[in-house]
C-alpha cells in the first residue's frame, strides 16, 4: 500500500466517529493547498450518510464552510503578500511555472468565472487563483459569490454521488479511482454544473480583475 493509499484509509476510519471535523479539516487544508484527497473523503461521507453514520447537510455545511474559509485565506494571502509569493514559494507547493501561466491565463479571461470552475473541476490550480484573485485587488464580494457557488457544486456533487451509491461505496472507490472512473463522476458534477452555471450567467454582476500590481 503506497503512503496516500495508506493516509487515505486513516481518514476514512476517522469519519465514523469524527466525521464533520475530518471533512472540515481537510476540505480546508485542500483549498490552502495541501495534497490531500478530499474528493475520496466526501465519496466517503456521502456514503456513511447513505447508513445513517453521518448526516448530509451537516457534512455539507462542514465541507462548505472549510472549503470558503480556506479560499479566502488564500485570497487574503495574495491581497497582503503579492504574486511574488507564488514566484517564490510556489514550486516547493507543487505549483510549477505552468499551472501558475495557465492560473493567470484563465484568470485574466474569465475572472471570477476562473474562479468559480477552479472550484470542483480544474482544482489543481484553485489555490494558485485564489492568490492571484487577492494580488490583483479583484473585488471580494465578486470573488466570494463565485469562490461560493464553485464550492457548493463541489462538494453538494461528490457528497450527493457518494450517497447515491452507497450500497456500492467499495465499487465506488475502486470506480473512481481509475482514469475512467473519475471521468465519469466529474461527468455527474458537471450536470449539476450546466445548471448552476446558466444561472449564475444571468443573476451575478460583470466583474474582471483589474490585473493591477500588487
Do not use: H
Request: proline fraction near 5%.
Amino acid at each position: 500500500m503506497s503512503a496516500t493509499a495508506g493516509f487515505l484509509q486513516a481518514l476514512y476510519a476517522l469519519l465514523p466517529t469524527y466525521g464533520y471535523a475530518v471533512l472540515g479539516a481537510a476540505s480546508f487544508a485542500g483549498a490552502v493547498g495541501a495534497p490531500l484527497p478530499v474528493t475520496f473523503l466526501l465519496l466517503a461521507a456521502g456514503a456513511l450518510a447513505s447508513e445513517g453514520v453521518l448526516q448530509l447537510v451537516p457534512a455539507f455545511a462542514a465541507v462548505l464552510a472549510a472549503a470558503v474559509a480556506g479560499d479566502c485565506m488564500g485570497y487574503a494571502i495574495g491581497a497582503y503578500a503579492g504574486r511574488p509569493l507564488l514566484v517564490g514559494a510556489g514550486p516547493r507547493a507543487g505549483l510549477t511555472g505552468e499551472r501558475l501561466a495557465a492560473a493567470e491565463r484563465a484568470f485574466a479571461k474569465w475572472g471570477g468565472g476562473a474562479v468559480w470552475i477552479t472550484r470542483w473541476l480544474l482544482t489543481a490550480v484553485a489555490p494558485a487563483v485564489n492568490v492571484l484573485a487577492g494580488a490583483n485587488r479583484y473585488r471580494f464580494p465578486g470573488f466570494l459569490l463565485f469562490d461560493a457557488l464553485g464550492e457548493a457544486l463541489w462538494a453538494g456533487g461528490y457528497l450527493g454521488l457518494g450517497w447515491a451509491f452507497g450500497d456500492v461505496w467499495s465499487e465506488l472507490e475502486d470506480l473512481v479511482g481509475s482514469v475512467t472512473g473519475l471521468a465519469a463522476a466529474v461527468a455527474a458534477v458537471v450536470i449539476l454544473a450546466l445548471v448552476s452555471w446558466r444561472v449564475l450567467r444571468r443573476s451575478a454582476p460583470s466583474e474582471r480583475p483589474s490585473m493591477a500590481p500588487a
